[in-house]
């Protein structure tokens, strides 16, 4: 069984940082892709980082400069290390592994496992 549980989330005021925490077990491909997704209240689903076990790494336009994406084989742990943060991105943030990343495109059919996912809340 695949399991990926995330965890960081929370509350800050606009400017703040949060680092999340996803790790995976029971995936055992050597190739793969982990990302970030995130949901808010009446939109889609969309992606906000995704990285490779080569550590390729891709981001939403609106989150470059502001997010990293980080990747612990060892631990086989993603991170996200959000800073900056507005209240536009206040959602509930899932992570999802799938075989691999597509470039410049983050289908949520490609990825095959997803976390319950963790709250953040942006206030002004």
């Known amino acids: 069984q695949v399991h990926l549980e995330e965890s960081g989330g929370g509350s800050v005021q606009s400017g703040g940082s949060l680092r999340l925490s996803c790790t995976a077990s029971?995936?055992?491909?050597?190739?793969?892709?982990m990302a970030w997704f995130r949901q808010a209240p009446g939109k889609e689903r969309e992606g906000v980082a995704a990285i490779d076990n080569d550590r390729y790494a891709m981001y939403r336009e609106d989150v470059k400069g502001r997010f990293r994406i980080s990747l612990d084989k060892v631990k086989n742990s993603a991170y996200l290390q959000m800073d900056s943060l507005e209240p536009e991105d206040t959602a509930m943030y899932y992570c999802?592994?799938?075989?691999?990343?597509?470039?410049?495109?983050?289908?949520?059919?490609?990825?095959?496992?997803w976390g319950q996912g963790t709250q953040v809340t942006v206030s002004a």
């Open positions: 029971g995936y055992t491909r050597s190739t793969y892709c």
């Open positions: 999802a592994i799938g075989p691999g990343c597509i470039q410049r495109s983050f289908p949520t059919d490609e990825y095959s496992h």
